[in-house]
């Protein structure tokens, strides 16, 4: 496992959907959960976007963004961590080569996903078509300090969990919700009593 963090995903495939990118007038980028793949994330965005949308979902390298929990110290999930930051920041950059500003488009994510969106989100500020997060959370241990910095400047955020989902746990997706907010996102928490680790028909109609 001696690879730099820049290495790891880099080359992996990239599912395209919806317009193509230079056509499109706006894009979602849509991160897969452990063990999961970039195909069956992209059906969530074919069921959340628009026409317009040009939908982009990374594959990670054997299919996983980082090899431990969310809630494991940092250091431990290294350098995989940084690689897939990389790889989210990229494609935000992609789109914007194309024509399509940061404000127009949306990062979406489900499960370990869903904790790279959201990590990536407050590591990189600035105003977003909208963030989807669907059963996760910031990474790193409890008590890990959350001073990002810079503004989401009005992005909308959806944040919907379950309140006994054994992946994640309760106090920190309150704890996303509270820092995105206080980031400058309007966040739309919502807990599902007794749902599992999935995504419910309600939380695509909020999406939408």
């Not at 230079?22 to 069921?47: C, P, Q, S, T, V």
Request: a negative charge.
């Amino acid at each position: 496992m001696a690879q730099s963090g820049e290495s790891i995903h880099e080359g992996q495939e990239l599912l395209t959907a919806g317009k193509p990118l230079k056509e499109a007038e706006a894009a979602m980028i849509l991160i897969h959960g452990r063990g999961a793949y970039a195909h069956d994330i992209i059906e969530l965005g074919a069921l959340l976007a628009g026409e317009e949308f040009a939908l982009l979902a990374p594959q990670a390298a054997q299919n996983s963004w980082y090899p431990y929990s969310f809630l494991a110290p940092l250091e431990n999930n290294e350098p995989f961590l940084s690689s897939a930051l990389q790889v989210v920041g990229s494609l935000v950059a992609q789109c914007e080569k194309a024509g399509i500003p940061a404000e127009k488009v949306i990062l979406a994510g489900f499960s370990q996903g869903a904790c790279l969106t959201a990590e990536f989100a407050a590591r990189n500020t600035r105003r977003y078509g909208g963030l989807l997060i669907f059963s996760g959370g910031l990474i790193g241990p409890p008590g890990t300090p959350r001073d990002y910095a810079g503004s989401l400047a009005g992005t909308p955020a959806f944040v919907g969990c379950s309140d006994i989902d054994a992946h994640i746990p309760l106090a920190r997706v309150q704890e996303t919700a509270e820092v995105l907010t206080a980031l400058g996102a309007e966040d739309e928490e919502v807990i599902y009593p007794g749902m599992g680790h999935t995504i419910v028909t309600d939380e695509l109609n909020r999406a939408r």
